[in-house]
């Protein structure tokens, strides 16, 4: 057996309130293709960015070539020889290809002095010449197809010496002609002797270009195995292997009338013929993989984006949705995935956080009275458990936990009639968690239905009533909470 | 006593403290600085920049800019001395007129800005342009004299012994204050220089809001013009340019953020104090107007230094590369 190009011993790493990475074990031969798994949360993100200097580790060390070194920054790990390609990529768009492969690296002439473009024209095109593509290394970058950049990344990754490339799910955006040119241009990689980590969430790719996998689970590792000698199933119970506790506090309703109805909805490039039904009394899961088209359905619900086709009815009567404002008249709420970018305002205090989204409700006299606006906040903060020094403190110094409730409380105190809830606790400690369930499950007992995207299986599985799955932009699959398993939701979601 | 200290110690900000401590100097190196007159004086000066800053806090709070307003105020009073000389028009009626075309310029600002999703540098730098070159073509590039007295009261009127403008300045100052404070629309206004993003989501009519405000500054300079038009008794294309400089000088340094979301009127009135007590102290000790531009633009970089505390990261790197 061949000297491992990476070893990764007993590496840790946690953050305020969460593990992480446990203790976890991995290494990498040269000319391979190891697969990382895992749910989302599970440690794969947490692993990579360590191997790629953007955290140190808190435990463990790391060998290159049986060498212990420290990777202390981005730059350390690209001049160990460590590339990776991240989904979002890393190019300058209005620059051109030769100039972005060899960005900082330019060949010069004239003792220094000036480009040379010629050298660095030449260079590029040796380089996607042999990875297999015929790339102009002068087209600028953003005319380039996503495919095509992902290729100029690699390109890039081989000028510096690379000899580790990471892809982190290289193959979410691609149509399946392109990830077979991906697939080849990895083999060829592979011939140099590259070691490769592929982190994917479409499980039937392993088998097509993987030689080992190892799974992670809540930061720990659960198994390393040469890919000839598992099984899809097998894969999938190693993932999402896990008791349910007692999170999912839910007091089951009997089924009201419709709430919401949805009706062959589609948005050009994102939804396709998408359908869906959701009672009062109900909660009702929305499943899938990131980028399987939950946050832009919930988007249009919401009238964040506009919908090319489809019926929307709300509580019985079509629903003219056309901007979150007309949204909200209708009695929707949307608590979005990201609460940072599009739900708090963070240098705004508390009490201006709650009361934003219900400010015609509570003063339909052009006049917030400053009494009044207290009373309401405290309402919400005392409803919600927040933890806060006072109304008036700025929302970015509170814990994650606690602005999630602030971003709930904006939309509780709207009196809304239907929640839209996008990944609801995320990146929030447990017990802030089990405060959130609850109120979700009170909200239902009085009659105000929830959709509730999450990419936790058993937050999933413990809260819904029903649940439906998404792949690709579609609607693939749709289970009562009875019927649902983990195994069956996953199969349904990666297509197995 | 120890409460009455709690509530003054928040009041002592960097700004507060520079003009109190300016006042001493000034009032050490001129005689003539540290009198009741003088005082009027100052608060002449600095009444046409607080409505004009005015104005532009709001925009500021946005996380925008209004660099039109030194050119508007410009064309405000040129049509204003015109319809009045020219056309005949009572003063009033062409104050009014003159303040309608300042807001009308705030609005073409703020419709280009909004709904065609420029940064608002690229509509109020170009009305800028539009701005001076009308009034320069309205004016035949001359200096426009010989108003009715009536003007004259606005500036240089007194009400029980105070200056006019200082009436005028309160009332306004006032009236923002509330609004910024306790109105649904005022919230509004921080919400979206907070997290536009998210303000949008929350179902706030941004756009609408942020025309809406651009339209004010645009009718604040309008007010700022005709003031200044009654103060100097003349008409001139170009006499109030600069005053986007002074009075974005007088926001920032009064403390309201760049970034949009956090300031007000309140820190505004600071910043245009400390602006005009430097303009008039400089000016007792016989310092140049030219020399009193190198200060302003010095005392706005450290101001807006001091706040963003963008120097520490530079310290933090020199220090690196020392060790």
């Known amino acids: ?496 | 006593m120890a409460r009455l200290v709690s509530r003054i110690t928040p009041l002592l900000s960097g700004p507060v403290v520079i003009t109190l401590v300016m006042i001493a100097l000034f009032s050490l190196l001129s005689e003539g600085f540290f009198s009741p007159s003088n005082a009027v004086n100052i608060i002449r000066q600095a009444s046409v920049l607080a409505l004009v800053s005015f104005g532009q806090t709001f925009v500021i709070l946005l996380a925008g800019i209004d660099l039109s307003v030194g050119a508007v105020m410009g064309l405000t009073s040129c049509v204003t001395a015109q319809l009045m000389l020219a056309g005949h028009v009572h003063p009033a009626v062409a104050a009014l007129f003159g303040i309608a075309t300042a807001a009308v310029c705030g609005l073409l600002n703020g419709m280009v800005h909004s709904f065609l999703g420029l940064n608002p540098f690229v509509p109020t730098f170009g009305m800028w342009g539009m701005a001076l070159g009308a009034a320069l073509i309205i004016t035949e590039e001359r200096v426009i004299t010989g108003f009715p007295s009536s003007l004259r009261f606005l500036h240089d009127g007194e009400f029980l012994g105070l200056p006019a403008p200082l009436f005028l300045v309160a009332a306004v100052f006032l009236l923002l204050h509330l609004f910024l404070r306790a109105t649904p629309a005022g919230v509004a206004t921080y919400a979206i220089g907070g997290n536009e993003a998210a303000a949008r989501l929350s179902g706030i009519r941004v756009r609408l809001h942020k025309t809406a405000i651009y339209a004010f500054s645009g009718f604040m300079a309008g007010i700022a013009g005709i003031l200044f038009l009654a103060r100097s008794n003349a008409a001139q294309a170009i006499d109030t340019i600069g005053y986007e400089f002074d009075s974005i000088a007088a926001v920032v340094v009064g403390g309201t953020s760049l970034m949009g979301g956090k300031g007000g009127v309140a820190q505004t009135l600071v910043g245009v104090a400390l602006i005009a007590t430097l303009r008039n102290g400089l000016n007792m000790v016989g310092v140049n107007l030219y020399l009193q531009l190198v200060f302003i633009g010095l005392g706005l970089i450290l101001a807006y230094v001091s706040e963003s505390r963008s120097l520490l990261p530079f310290l933090r790197l020199r220090r690196a590369k020392e060790a």
């Open chain 1, 1 to 496: 057996m061949a000297e491992p190009l990476l070893k990764m011993e007993g590496v840790s790493k946690s953050f305020p309130g969460v593990t992480a990475l446990s203790r976890v074990d991995f290494d990498l031969l040269p000319g391979e293709v190891h697969v990382l798994i895992g749910e989302n949360g599970a440690g794969k993100s947490t692993l990579i960015k360590m191997l790629s200097g953007v955290y140190p580790c808190d435990e463990g060390r790391i060998l290159l070539d049986g060498r212990q070194v420290a990777i202390g920054s981005v730059r350390a790990a690209q001049e160990l020889g460590v590339a990776t390609i991240y989904q979002e990529m890393n190019l300058i768009p209005e620059l051109t290809v030769a100039q972005n492969i060899l960005l900082g690296r330019e060949p010069r002439k004239a003792r220094g002095l000036l480009l040379d473009a010629g050298a660095a024209r030449r260079q590029s095109a040796e380089l996607l010449a042999s990875l297999g593509q015929h790339i102009d290394p002068d087209a600028q970058v953003k005319a380039l197809s996503v495919p095509q950049q992902q290729m100029v990344e690699v390109a890039k990754a081989l000028s510096m010496a690379a000899r580790i490339v990471v892809f982190d799910e290289p193959t979410d955006t691609l149509a399946e002609k392109e990830t077979e040119a991906l697939f080849r241009m990895i083999r060829l990689l592979k011939a140099k002797g590259i070691g490769i980590i592929y982190i994917s969430h479409r499980l039937e790719e392993i088998q097509k270009i993987g030689d080992r996998v190892t799974v992670l689970r809540d930061g720990h590792l659960i198994g390393t195995l040469p890919v000839a000698e598992v099984r899809l199933d097998e894969l999938i119970r190693m993932m999402v292997g896990r008791e349910i506790t007692d999170q999912f506090p839910r007091h089951r309703q009997p089924r009201g009338e419709v709430a919401l109805e949805v009706k062959h909805l589609s948005v050009r490039g994102a939804l396709h013929d998408v359908s869906l039904t959701v009672h009062r009394g109900e909660i009702v899961g929305l499943s899938g993989l990131v980028g399987s088209g939950r946050t832009a359905l919930a988007r249009v619900l919401f009238g964040v984006d506009r919908r090319d086709a489809g019926e929307i009815r709300l509580f019985g009567t079509p629903a003219a949705i056309d901007s979150p404002l007309a949204a909200s008249k209708l009695g929707l709420a949307f608590l979005t995935e990201d609460r940072k970018a599009l739900g708090l305002f963070q240098i705004l205090p508390v009490s201006d956080n709650i009361i934003l989204a219900a400010i015609q409700r509570l003063f339909p006299h052009l006049w917030i009275d400053a009494r009044g606006e207290r009373a309401a906040a405290q309402e919400y903060v005392a409803r919600l458990r927040i933890q806060t020094p006072s109304l008036s403190q700025l929302v970015q110094f509170l814990s994650g936990g606690n602005q999630q409730k602030v971003v709930l409380a904006k939309w509780l105190a709207t009196h809304a009639k239907l929640f839209i809830l996008d990944e609801p606790t995320r990146g929030i400690d447990v017990g802030a968690k089990l405060e959130i369930h609850r109120l979700m499950d009170e909200l239902v007992a009085q009659g105000t239905p929830i959709v509730m995207i999450s990419s936790e299986m058993p937050e999933i599985l413990g809260m819904s009533d029903r649940i439906y799955v998404m792949r690709e932009g579609r609607m693939v699959g749709e289970f009562a909470h009875h019927e649902a398993s983990q195994e069956r939701i996953l199969t349904c979601a990666v297509g197995g």
